[in-house]
Antibody, heavy 119, light 109 residues
């Protein structure tokens, strides 16, 4: 059974960098899947942030493109999110997910982790 | 960036049928947009109901179905249950990016 688990600081200073990691267990990150980050700010809807394939190929939300980086660490079977120059508007619950595309869709999700941007 | 539109809220009676729709500012939604539908309840991770327009996961209740309806993607719930009360989000794929709709709050009442 594949499991995803997000980890990282729950509090980030304004203008700082938000860094999260998603550890994948029960399956290999080197597979025909896209590894995705989604967030939900308080009282708001879901926002697709970006995705990465095991080759390192990435796609990002254009509204975040200048601030977001998604990377993959095959040796640790995990992938990561970095969001620069954060403000209070970046406070959200962040989810990582596996997207199997037309084969299986978003079939596995992490439980989500709350990151608050505040001094 | 494209804007994906959903009804802000809908109400359905227990046992009733309701259709949620998902439109795109770029025009007609097609299978090429690979529509996904998610159910989201407070404090829980999203749960994928439908992927690639109409495909269901093993955990998707049979009362949910996905389709293309006119110029939009659609999620139909037939025989609503109290536990179906939730937010529902569609996700469309565009070249190089994906976009969520604003969500539909579904009330079963």
């Amino acid at each position: 059974q594949v499991q995803l688990r997000e980890s990282g600081p729950g509090l980030v200073n304004p203008s700082g960098t938000l860094s999260l990691t998603c550890a994948v267990s029960g399956g290999s990150i080197i597979s025909s899947n896209y590894w995705t980050w989604v967030r939900q700010s308080p009282g708001k809807g879901l926002e697709w942030m970006g995705e990465i394939y095991h080759t390192g190929s990435t796609n990002y939300n254009p509204s975040l493109k200048s601030r977001v980086t998604i990377s993959i660490d095959k040796s640790k079977n995990q992938f990561s999110l970095r969001l620069n120059s954060v403000t209070a508007a970046d406070t959200a619950v962040f989810y990582c997910a596996r997207d199997g595309g037309y084969v299986s869709g978003f079939d596995y999700w992490g439980q989500g982790t709350l990151v608050t941007v505040s001094s | 960036q494209a804007v994906v539109t959903q009804e802000p809220s809908l109400t359905v009676s227990p046992g009733g049928t309701v259709t949620l729709t998902c439109g795109s500012s770029t025009g007609t939604v097609t299978s090429g947009h690979s529509p996904y539908w998610f159910q989201k309840k407070p404090g829980q991770a999203p749960r994928t109901l439908i992927y690639d327009t109409s495909n269901k996961h093993s955990w998707t209740p049979a009362r949910f179905s996905g389709s293309l309806l006119g110029a939009k993607a659609a999620l139909t719930l037939s025989g609503a249950q109290p536990e179906d009360e939730a937010e529902y989000y569609c996700l469309l794929s565009y070249t190089g990016a994906r976009v969520f709709g604003g969500g539909t709050k579904l009330t079963v009442l």
